[in-house]
């Protein structure tokens, strides 16, 4: 089975410092990749998603993400946190070719960010 | 518009009671989700429907049954609620692509079910 690692349970950044999530999967081939964002008591919003192509992923808010495949590695970027940016995030892998449409998620990274 | 809606957005109930969840999305997507997300933040997948045919079925409670009257809409029942089951259940809809993968999911705001 698939499987997501997001080895920060907890980061905390200043605001306007420069963010990076990790996340790193498991698959036998190349996945598609997700990064979600949930506020508190709010849904998952869709950041930014790769599928194939260019490696280097933009996203919404300013946020971009790169897929290294030879590290398994999918980790979210921000050059500017802001308040507003404090959240959980959450690394998505889907699989390629298969029909059931099921995503896995790692455990989350919760943002806090000092003003 | 909200794409996908769930409603109630909580609900607190006695254990034993038997309690639903409603979701309906108005994306035109053809399979929906219900994820439970546990207290630690941890999201598990319970069960897809693809127009209206049940394809994912996790090692849930049979206490939980989903149900998906059209493409648009699906439901979780949970009979006998027990204290374990609180938590916040997300229902979430995706286009499969063709040839297989996902587009991505959109959620649901989320309801927490507190179980007392």
């Known amino acids: 089975a698939q499987s997501v690692t997001q080895p920060d349970i907890h980061i905390t950044v200043s605001e306007g410092a420069s963010l990076e999530l990790r996340c790193n999967y498991s698959y036998g081939a190349t996945p598609y990749l997700f990064w979600y964002v949930q506020s508190p008591g709010q849904g998952l919003q869709l950041l930014l998603k790769y599928f194939s192509g260019d490696t280097l992923v933009q996203g919404i808010k300013g946020f971009e993400a790169e897929f290294k495949r030879s590290q398994s590695s999918f980790n979210l970027r921000k050059p500017s946190v802001h308040w507003s940016d404090a959240a959980e995030y959450f690394c998505?892998?889907?699989?390629?070719?298969?029909?059931?449409?099921?995503?896995?998620f790692g455990r989350g990274t919760q943002l806090t960010v000092w003003p | 518009d909200t794409a996908v809606s769930q409603t109630p957005k909580y609900l607190v109930t006695q254990m034993g009671n038997d309690k639903s969840i409603k979701c309906e999305q108005n994306?035109?997507?053809?399979?929906m989700y219900w994820y439970k997300q546990d207290s630690k933040k941890f999201l598990k997948i319970m069960f897809s429907y693809n127009n209206k045919e049940l394809i994912i079925n996790e090692t849930v409670p049979n206490r939980f049954s989903p149900k998906s009257p059209d493409k648009a809409h699906l439901n979780l029942h949970i009979n006998s609620l027990e204290l374990g089951d609180s938590a916040v259940y997300f229902c979430a809809s995706s286009q499969v692509r063709s040839g297989g993968g996902l587009y991505g999911y959109t959620f649901g705001s989320g309801t927490r079910l507190t179980v007392v």
């Open positions: 994306l035109g997507h053809d399979t």
């Open positions: 998505a892998v889907g699989e390629r070719g298969s029909t059931l449409g099921r995503l896995y």
